[in-house]
């Protein structure tokens, strides 16, 4: 007795793009039109994608200088639509406090006393890019 199997090809998602930037790859591009924005502003790059070892730390998506020497900690934000409030919305205390935390860890490794430090937030979203100095505390 033979068994009958029917292969079909799988059909893909109506309207589904096909080659689609990973979720991934379209955070790095949002971070490279950020730096060339903050570059611009005057800021200089000290650390891109940095995190803290082991599970449950936090990662800081741009770590800059300003010109008058404050380290300036970024987060950076983008989405396509507005809704739910658009990316400034999404960086809510839990994040913060994950940004914050990387943020200490990273200052541990300075033998003087650090310098002034802030948080940032650069939105990019469908109405441009946004610079947000100061955006939260760490607190």
């Given at each position: 007795?033979?068994?009958?199997?029917?292969?079909?090809?799988?059909?893909?998602?109506?309207?589904?793009?096909?080659?689609?930037?990973?979720?991934k790859?379209?955070?790095?591009?949002?971070?490279?039109?950020?730096?060339?924005?903050?570059?611009?502003?005057?800021?200089?790059?000290l650390a891109r994608n940095y995190r803290t070892p082991g599970r449950g730390g936090g990662e800081i998506d741009l770590i800059m200088r300003a010109a008058d020497g404050t380290l300036v900690f970024i987060e950076v934000r983008k989405r396509t639509s507005m809704r739910q409030g658009g990316?400034?919305?999404?960086?809510?205390?839990?994040?913060?406090?994950?940004?914050?935390l990387a943020a200490r860890y990273y200052?541990?490794?300075?033998?003087?006393?650090?310098?002034?430090?802030r948080f940032d937030v650069l939105v990019i979203d469908p109405g441009g890019v946004q610079w947000l100095q100061a955006a939260f505390d760490a607190v």
């Open positions: 007795m033979g068994f009958l199997f029917s292969k079909q090809a799988a059909k893909p998602a109506q309207n589904a793009p096909i080659n689609a930037p990973t979720t790859q379209m955070g790095d591009a949002a971070e490279d039109e950020a730096l060339h924005y903050l570059q611009g502003q005057g800021l200089h790059l990316a400034a919305a999404s960086v809510g205390r839990d994040k913060q406090r994950r940004i914050v200052l541990m490794r300075w033998r003087t006393t650090p310098p002034a430090c």
